[in-house]
């Protein structure tokens, strides 16, 4: 072969071979997503959004764009769906396809798509039904649990009443409190309120749910590689991890010691079994580094959002006294002072439950809830979205839609009454995140929420420091969660 023609050769294979990346980067960019504001290069739409507030940027730019449209955060396309139809139709009426989970820096760098909540495909399956199951076994739903969660209620009323109606602040608390229950199944054990490695454990939590959900957090879920070079607060979210981290991995080799396949006592035996059954499984997902990370997302699943939820509670209920009045009737009426609240009584407290419901309603704890990817190239509306691509669901603008409320943005307990002011559901109420990957604990924070509340009002009278119309129920910071605002109130017997 001459040179002419080796070289002709070599041009034509180099082609063939451009032809070739070429047409399977066609494959991966196939699609067809919707429109919306132009971005930068690097910075994507950076400056159309305020990392203080990015679900009320989100929200602003779909007056222009419309409920489904795509915003790039850096160089990743996302979609985003405001309002209750475009979530549903997508998360509910399309669950399969949109339960993916989609790109999440700040927890993935300490996950590594290890356990429940930051897994996808066929791994996120598996566990969750291992999770479900385990979790139903030692309670979960049942009366069992409703009587740990009874005792625990108790204990904080012990402790509340300690305060002798002098001001405090009820964070600590509160988390201890509901920490307990989820300790309880996952550990097998409650934690002493004064446990120094207990205390240090949620001090981390409370921290990090901050820091996630300040400027700090949003700008790392954005700028991944960049924030790791930067110096800032948003480092001690990891180190805070690694905390955590070591905290559960001692707890399991405390469960190593003394496990009996036979009997076991809590989640964590009932994961190490599994593990030792699929050891020989090199497919099996059951290993240690899962454990942990599954452990953590119970754990800080189980704490934060309930917690939060509380203290909210307190403020708008001090915000709003007269609904805090109709509340204490309700419950003189139904449950008295001689016994402890139930889930039974919930049927007959119509306006509690809608007070209740409200509240969570009013300040979607997850505003954005968590991202989602579709797990296939996925016709949507008029759009193809390319399996893989990002997916936002606006909880707030679902919670806060006109369609779906009588007075969406104000505190209404009439969103959840009908005209007989009987409880009244409502499709639209996602606080825990719709479609395949609806909290694991959703049954479980709303038997808390409803007891631990009506333990306390049955006990307490919430009394604010400030005048009622000076009490600010503006998040402390939104990010990942809204945060409440410090505050220390006084508890007064009734």
């Known amino acids: 072969m001459d040179v002419d023609a080796a070289l002709t050769v070599a041009l034509l294979l180099a082609c063939l071979s451009f032809l070739a990346l070429y047409l399977k980067g066609s494959r991966k960019k196939k699609g067809k997503l919707p429109p919306g504001p132009a971005p930068l290069p690097f910075v994507g739409n950076l400056f159309q959004l305020d990392p203080k507030e990015m679900h009320r940027s989100l929200e602003k730019l779909s007056k222009r764009y419309g409920p489904v449209y795509t915003i790039h955060l850096g160089s990743l396309p996302c979609v985003v769906l405001c309002g209750y139809q475009a979530v549903k139709e997508a998360l509910i009426d399309q669950a399969d396809d949109f339960s993916d989970r989609g790109d999440f820096p700040v927890f993935y760098r300490f996950t590594k798509g290890n356990g429940i909540a930051f897994s996808s495909g066929e791994k996120w399956k598996v566990l969750r039904r291992f999770a479900l199951q385990t979790l139903k076994n030692f309670g979960m739903g049942k009366r069992s649990i ?24 009820p964070i600590n608390l509160v988390c201890r409190a509901v920490s307990n229950v989820i300790c309880a199944v996952v550990f097998g054990r409650r934690f002493d309120y004064e446990d120094v490695a207990f205390l240090t454990l949620l001090d981390h939590f409370n921290e990090n749910f901050k820091l996630m959900s300040s400027s700090w957090g949003e700008l790392y879920n954005i700028f991944p590689r960049l924030m790791d070079i930067l110096p800032g607060p948003h480092h001690q979210i990891f180190r805070n991890f690694e905390k955590l981290r070591q905290f559960i991995a001692e707890r399991i080799r405390w469960h190593q010691k003394d496990l ?3 009997a076991p006592r809590d989640f964590i035996d009932c994961f190490l079994i599994r593990m030792e059954q699929e050891k020989q499984d090199p497919l099996s997902h059951f290993h240690t580094e899962t454990l942990v990370m599954t452990t953590h997302n119970l754990f800080f699943g189980g704490t934060e959002t309930t917690s939060t939820t509380i203290r909210f509670s307190f403020l708008i209920l001090m915000k709003y006294p007269e609904v805090a009045a109709k509340v204490h009737q309700e419950i003189d009426r139904v449950i ?3 016994r402890a609240p139930c889930l039974a009584d919930r049927k007959f407290m119509p306006y509690t439950d809608a007070v209740l419901y409200e509240i969570q309603r009013f300040i979607t704890i997850l505003p954005m809830g968590l991202p989602r990817a579709v797990t296939r190239d996925t016709p949507f509306r008029d759009f193809l979205l390319p399996k893989g691509t990002n997916v936002i669901p606006l909880l707030n603008s679902v919670h806060q839609d ?3 409320f009588k007075d969406p943005t104000s505190f209404n307990p009439a969103n959840f009454l009908d005209e007989n002011n009987s409880f009244r559901s409502n499709d639209a109420f996602m606080p825990f995140a719709p479609g395949k990957r609806i909290c694991l604990g959703a049954g479980l924070a709303r038997m808390e929420i409803f007891l631990f509340l009506t333990t306390i009002l049955q006990h307490f009278t919430l009394q604010p420091l400030v005048a009622p119309t000076e009490i600010d129920l503006t998040p402390q910071c939104t990010g990942l969660g809204n945060v409440p605002r410090l505050f220390e109130f006084r508890l007064l017997p009734r």
């Not at 740990?148 to 002798?164: D, Y």
């Open 260 to 262: 009996d396949p036979d």
């Open 402 to 404: 006109p369609a779906q």
């Open 146 to 169: 409703e009587v740990r969660i009874q005792e625990e209620a108790q204990c904080l009323v012990q402790e509340f009443r300690k305060t002798g109606g002098a001001p405090f602040n």
């Open 336 to 338: 008295g002072s001689d």
